[in-house]
């Protein structure tokens, strides 16, 4: 771990984090959004703490397990760090799909925060 970039090494740790709270708790999750962060999901934008835990304690389902196929980080100009997660989900009983998610961290008071929060389900639409 020592002789990956910090930006790699901070991204991968907040990456884990956020899905063992997601799997486990996600109304836990308030604690990495700020009254600023925004989230798409789906298409759909929410901004801030609240709006975002609300719209994240409300999905549809009651069990979830996030599986990690790949991850990349990057540092931005600001230094902040950009983050994209590609990874498969299972939710219930239902069939396993593919998802992808992006997120900014910014470092606030020697915290790291997601700033901005971009989630998709890999879904295709061929017809």
Known sequence: MGDRPIWEQIGSSFVQHYYQVFDTDRTQLGAIYTGESCLTWEGQQFQGKAAIVEKLSS??????????????????????????????????????????????????????VCTNDMFRLALHNFG
């Open 59 to 112: 999905l549809p389902f009651t069990k979830i397990a996030h599986s990690i196929t790949a991850q990349d980080h990057q540092p931005t100009p600001d230094s902040c760090i950009l983050s994209m997660v590609v990874g498969q989900l299972k939710a219930d009983e239902d069939p396993i799909m593919g998802f992808h998610q992006i997120f900014l961290l910014k470092n606030i008071n020697d915290a790291w």
